[in-house]
T-cell receptor, first 116, second 114 residues
């Protein structure tokens, strides 16, 4: 149980395009979803927290107009990287949590984004 | 300022050796979690410790939460190549309004050589 599916797992695109990443909780309802960015062999950097049906809360230094987050249902959140540039290349990971903070976060397998 | 210091950052050892990873903070955490992540995958939760002084064992892995709930350690006995990966600690920090935020350590990249 508690499976989080992230899609796509790998995407390569040209500079200037927008890329959408999906995060789905397959067997539970995720009231809260988190989006992280991770550089090689480094820790997770929280980008934003989203609760179903409300606007995402972005961490300091994360451009909300650059990284659009939508959490329209209890099983789906999307991250759109708008007008992507090479410096946006990274590993993006989502996690989902059911209920309150005391419930664990379940992570997707990440999306490797490469901008040429 | 890094609220949760994790050390060592990199560790390369031979199969059969023991190792310990530390997470330290000046902040008190309501709980602390340890994750393991393999390349190209998301982190997988290993354990959550909640009570000060708590010790949990998971096969060859022993997790300890400090008495003051400010630090934690992960000890691996007789490491095997399959233990290779990135180990992450994450502490739950109580914030205003009874909210909690997960604070992540910088990670320990472990390589166990056969």
């Amino acid at each position: 149980g508690a499976v989080v599916s992230q899609h796509p797992s790998w995407v390569i695109c040209k500079s200037g395009t927008s890329v959408k990443i999906e995060c789905r909780s397959l067997d539970f309802q995720a009231t809260t979803m988190f989006w992280y960015r991770q550089f090689p062999k480094q820790s997770l950097m929280l980008m934003a927290t989203s609760n179903e049906g409300s606007k995402a809360t972005y961490e300091q230094g994360v451009e909300k107009d650059k990284f659009l987050i939508n959490h329209a249902s209890l099983t789906l959140s999307t991250l759109t990287v708008t007008s992507a540039h090479p410096e946006d290349s990274s590993f993006y990971i989502c996690s989902a949590r059911a209920g309150t903070f005391y419930q664990p976060q379940h992570f997707g397998d990440g999306t490797r984004l490469s901008i040429l | 300022t890094q609220l949760l210091e994790q050390s060592p950052q990199f560790l390369s050892i031979q199969e059969g050796e023991n190792l310990t990873v530390y997470c330290n903070s000046s902040s008190v955490f309501s709980s602390l979690q340890w994750y393991r992540q393999e390349p190209g995958e998301g982190p997988v939760l290993l354990v959550t410790v909640v009570t000060g002084g708590e010790v949990k064992k998971l096969k060859r892995l022993t997790f300890q939460f400090g008495d003051a709930r400010k630090d934690s350690s992960l000890h691996i006995t007789a490491a095997q190549p399959g233990d290779t990966g990135l180990y992450l600690c994450a502490g739950a920090l109580l914030q205003a309004g009874n909210n909690r935020k997960l604070i992540w350590g910088l990670g320990t990249s472990l390589a166990v050589n056969p």
